[in-house]
């Protein structure tokens, strides 16, 4: 029961950044979306592919520090594990339910249904992915995952 809430609280931490960046107005994560919908966005004047790129920048430097390195605390302090394969085994757990958590309830749910995600002059199907491009996504990043896993195991190990 441990692991379901503490995974629980991984993917609350992931939305909490995702709600930082996003601020209120989609302009300030349009990276997530397609390149034609950002071309469309900077063609309309709402921003420019500079402050894009920057915010890109920032959204993942913070989220490879804040989400690996609250794993690394996560599994090597709070659940005290030291060997390379119960390490392993638990950032699996971590790092896939996230990728099924981003693509169900970030991807899917929450750009569909939130009216604070639409930009004004860009259609909803222009964003909005469907389920089938959703999953094909997400399978790619399983293999992705499991080498972050294998990486952050062996930090673990040195670490702890």
């Given at each position: 029961?441990?692991?379901?809430?503490?995974v629980?609280?991984y993917c609350l931490?992931?939305?909490?950044?995702?709600?930082?960046s996003?601020?209120?107005n989609?302009?300030?994560?349009?990276?997530?979306y397609?390149k034609?919908v950002?071309d469309?966005?900077?063609a309309?004047g709402?921003?420019?592919?500079?402050t894009?790129?920057?915010?890109?920048?920032i959204f993942?430097?913070?989220?490879?520090?804040?989400?690996?390195?609250s794993?690394?605390?996560?599994v090597?302090?709070?659940?005290?594990?030291?060997?390379f394969?119960?390490?392993?085994?638990?950032?699996?757990?971590f790092?896939?339910s996230w990728?099924?958590?981003?693509?169900?309830?970030m991807?899917?749910?929450?750009?569909?249904?939130?009216?604070?995600?639409k930009i004004?002059?860009?259609?909803?199907?222009?964003y909005?992915?469907?389920?089938?491009?959703?999953?094909?996504k997400?399978?790619?990043?399983?293999?992705v995952l499991?080498?972050?896993?294998?990486?952050?195991a062996?930090?673990?190990?040195?670490?702890?």
């Amino acid at each position: 029961m441990n692991i379901l809430l503490q995974v629980v609280l991984y993917c609350l931490l992931f939305t909490l950044l995702v709600a930082l960046s996003f601020r209120g107005n989609a302009i300030n994560i349009v990276y997530f979306y397609p390149k034609s919908v950002i071309d469309k966005v900077v063609a309309f004047g709402y921003t420019d592919y500079k402050t894009v790129q920057r915010n890109k920048i920032i959204f993942y430097s913070s989220f490879i520090v804040l989400m690996f390195g609250s794993l690394i605390f996560i599994v090597g302090s709070w659940n005290e594990i030291h060997e390379f394969k119960e390490a392993f085994i638990q950032l699996n757990i971590f790092l896939q339910s996230w990728n099924i958590f981003d693509g169900l309830v970030m991807d899917i749910l929450w750009t569909k249904n939130s009216q604070r995600l639409k930009i004004k002059g860009i259609k909803d199907n222009e964003y909005i992915p469907n389920v089938i491009d959703v999953i094909k996504k997400r399978m790619l990043f399983v293999p992705v995952l499991l080498v972050v896993s294998f990486l952050l195991a062996k930090i673990i190990v040195f670490i702890y």
